[in-house]
């Protein structure tokens, strides 16, 4: 996964694209079969992959960007994940980015269960009414759910002690 971070933009994005129109089809097949001549359909799914791909290299690049660079923000990913500052790193540059990620965390402590119940509720309401697809997203939203709730949770705790660790350095 490091390697994949790491990939320079002209690499990454079209790798994104083919993901996100492979997903949207799948799901527009799966979901509404005969909703929509197969034309239309790929057309769609040209035009929502694309603007997605675009607005996830802006934010990409972003990013890559305040961290200075693709191989820092891969690390500093990395640290994130195993909850540990290697001891080699410039803390000016650490703390903005890892303060950035804390204050995101906490917005998405209260957000991300919200939004999955409300998708959940949504999913189960379809499922009912509609049809059995529906229920794999139900199923989704559940994991969804709880993976969010818990993740938020370690997450918070590894950035709070590792901006610590950070600022005693200073």
Do not use: H
Not at 23 to 40: C, E, H, N
Not at 96 to 104: D, T
Not at 137 to 148: G, P, Y
């Amino acid at each position: 996964m490091p390697r994949f971070r790491s990939l320079p933009l002209r690499a990454l994005l079209p790798v994104v694209f083919v993901l996100l129109a492979a997903m949207w089809l799948g799901i527009g097949v799966v979901v509404m079969p005969d909703d929509q001549p197969l034309l239309a359909r790929v057309i769609g799914t040209v035009l929502y992959a694309g603007l997605m791909t675009v607005f996830f290299g802006v934010v990409i690049s972003r990013a890559r960007r305040t961290a200075g660079g693709a191989d820092e923000l891969s690390r500093m990913q990395a640290a994130t994940k195993a909850g540990a500052v290697p001891p080699d790193v410039e803390p000016a540059t650490w703390i903005p980015m890892l303060e950035k990620w804390q204050s995101q965390n906490r917005r998405d402590r209260w957000l991300a269960p919200v939004t999955f119940v409300g998708c959940l509720a949504v999913s189960i309401w379809l499922a009912s009414t509609t049809g059995w697809a529906w229920l794999v997203f139900t199923l989704f939203f559940v994991v969804a759910l709880i993976s969010s709730t818990i993740g938020a949770r370690r997450s918070s705790a590894r950035l709070t002690r590792m901006l610590g660790d950070l600022r005693s350095r200073e």
